[in-house]
C-alpha cells in the first residue's frame, strides 16, 4: 500500500546511490547529496484521511505518518508515500462551491489575468469535479481538465467541464498537447503537494507548456500552517509541505523558473507559485526573493510545532470527554480530511462524538475512517440540536457559522480546534 520515501524530492538529499556527489546551487551552495532527511513530527500510524466507507466497503487500512525534513533545502516531507491508486481510487474530495471558494476563484482569476492578460486555453491539473473550469469558462476561457480520480471526472463531464479521467503524465501531456495545442495558463490548485515524483511532474509541465504558458501551482503555505500549528494538514495525500525556497532549488536546472508568488487566506493560508519558462522575457517578480528571504521552517520551528500539536490534541480530546461524561451532545461539522486527523490523534468514539455533519453527498451515510463515527448530511446539525459542535472544516468557519445561525440561537456552542482551539 505504501512505499518508503527517504529521497528529497527536490533537491535529491538523502539519495545513496549519490554518496560521493556534491552539487552546486547556483548561489555556490554546496549540498551533500547523501545527508539524511530528518523526522520532526510523527503522528504514529494513521488512516488515510479521505477513507470515508460504506457498510460494504473494504478499508485501506493505516499507514505511518511522519514528515521529515531535508537539511539542504528545507522542504518537509512525508516518510511514506501511499500507492496513489489507493488514496485515489474513489476520491470523496469535491471542490467546495461555497462563498468563500467563489471570492477565491475571483481572485486567482484576476492575479492570473494581470500577469497572462486575456487568457484563453486553460490546462488544469487535478480538475475535481470541474468547478473552477466552470467558473473560467463563465468568464470566456477555454478549458482542459485532467484528474485521476474518474468519478469525478464523469460528473466534470456531465457538467460541461471537458476533462480526462486520468493521471497527467508524460502520456497524457503529450495527448494534450496532440490534441488541444499548448495552454496559456496552466493550474494545479492543491495538486503539487500530493504528488510524488517532482522532477517528472516538472518534465511532464515542460511538455505540456510553450514559452508564454503561465504556469500556477497553489499549495499550502509550509510558513502559515508552522504558524498556526494546522497539524491536522499533515495527512497521506500532503506529500510535501511546500516552500518557495524548495520549489526554487528543484527547478535548477530545469527549463522552468519561478516567476511570482502571491499568497491567499484560502485552506488556512495557501501560496500561488506562477511558473514560467526560462526563455520567458518577463521579468521576475520580487515576491520570490521576498518569500525566500522571509521563510523560516527550521527544524527548531517544527520542534515546536510538534510540541504544541500534541499539546492540542490533548486540549481538545480532553475538552470533548469532559462534555461527554457531563452528557452533553458533541457533533463535529465538516467530514474534512482535517476531521479525520482530529478524531484519531484524540482518539474519539462515537460515544463522544455523535456524528459529523457534511454536505458532500460522497461522504454522507458512510463512516469516518478509524473512528468510524457516521457521517450525516448538514441538516442533521439543526435536527439534533448538540451541545456542542467541532468546526473541522475550520477554513470556512466564518461562512459556516453565519449559515448555522439557529444552531447557536438555540443555545449550541462552537469548537473552533485552529489557529487556536476556542469555544463560540
Ligand atoms: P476542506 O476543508 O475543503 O478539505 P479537507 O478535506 O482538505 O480538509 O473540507 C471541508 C469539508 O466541509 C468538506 O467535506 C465539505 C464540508 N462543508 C460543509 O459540510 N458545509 C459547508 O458549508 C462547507 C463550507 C464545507
Not at 518537509?76 to 481510487?89: D, K, W
Not at 485532467?146 to 457538467?159: F, G, H, M, Q, V
Amino acid at each position: 500500500m505504501y512505499k518508503l520515501h527517504t529521497t528529497c524530492r527536490a533537491c535529491g538529499t538523502g539519495n545513496p546511490v549519490l554518496k560521493t556527489l556534491k552539487q552546486s546551487t547556483a548561489a555556490g551552495t554546496v549540498y551533500d547529496l547523501a545527508a539524511s532527511l530528518v523526522p520532526v513530527f510523527d503522528l504514529g500510524p494513521m488512516p488515510l484521511a479521505n477513507d470515508f466507507c460504506g457498510p460494504d466497503d473494504e478499508r485501506a487500512g493505516y499507514a505511518p505518518l511522519k514528515v521529515m525534513l531535508c537539511p539542504n533545502c528545507g522542504l518537509a516531507q512525508l516518510s511514506v508515500v501511499v500507492s496513489p491508486q489507493v488514496l485515489y481510487r474513489n476520491y470523496p474530495y469535491v471542490t467546495s462551491n461555497s462563498a468563500t471558494m467563489r471570492k477565491h476563484f475571483a481572485d486567482i482569476r484576476y492575479d492570473i489575468g494581470e500577469e497572462a492578460g486575456d487568457f484563453k486555453g486553460v490546462l488544469e491539473i487535478g480538475s475535481n469535479d470541474g468547478t473552477l473550469m466552470l467558473f473560467l469558462q463563465e468568464h470566456g476561457a477555454k478549458c482542459i481538465g485532467i484528474d485521476p480520480a474518474t468519478n469525478l471526472t464523469e460528473i466534470a463531464n456531465k457538467r460541461g467541464a471537458y476533462s480526462l479521467g486520468t493521471m497527467f503524465d508524460a502520456y497524457s501531456a503529450d495527448l494534450i498537447v496532440t490534441t488541444h495545442g499548448k495552454p496559456d495558463v496552466i493550474i494545479g490548485r492543491h495538486v503539487f503537494a500530493h504528488v510524488d515524483n517532482w522532477k517528472s511532474f516538472v518534465r511532464c509541465l515542460e511538455l505540456v507548456s510553450a514559452a508564454h504558458t503561465l504556469i500556477c501551482l497553489e499549495v499550502p503555505y509550509v510558513i502559515d500552517q508552522l504558524d498556526s500549528v494546522s497539524w491536522d494538514q499533515v495527512y497521506h495525500e500532503h506529500l510535501s509541505y511546500v516552500s518557495v525556497r524548495a520549489v526554487d532549488s528543484l527547478l535548477h536546472g530545469t527549463a522552468l523558473r519561478l516567476h511570482k508568488v502571491k499568497h491567499y487566506g484560502i485552506h488556512g493560508g495557501s501560496i500561488m507559485l506562477m511558473l514560467r519558462h526560462r526563455e520567458s522575457e518577463e521579468p521576475v517578480n520580487e515576491s520570490v526573493a521576498k518569500f525566500i528571504e522571509q521563510e523560516n521552517a527550521s527544524a527548531d520551528r517544527w520542534a515546536a510545532f510538534s510540541i504544541e500539536a500534541r499539546r492540542r490534541i490533548d486540549q481538545l480530546a480532553s475538552f470533548i470527554r469532559a462534555r461527554a461524561t457531563e452528557g452533553k451532545m458533541v457533533v463535529g461539522y465538516g467530514a474534512s480530511a482535517k476531521s479525520t486527523q482530529w478524531l484519531n490523534a484524540c482518539k474519539l468514539h462515537k460515544s463522544e462524538v455523535r456524528f459529523v455533519c457534511d454536505n458532500t453527498p460522497q461522504k454522507q451515510y458512510k463512516t469516518c475512517p478509524g473512528s468510524e463515527i457516521p457521517v450525516a448530511d448538514e441538516g442533521a446539525l439543526t435536527r439534533e440540536l448538540p451541545d456542542y459542535a467541532v468546526c473541522f472544516a475550520w477554513n470556512f468557519a466564518e461562512e459556516i457559522i453565519a449559515k448555522e445561525k439557529i444552531f447557536h440561537d438555540k443555545g449550541g456552542k462552537w469548537v473552533i480546534p485552529v489557529p487556536q482551539i476556542k469555544v463560540l
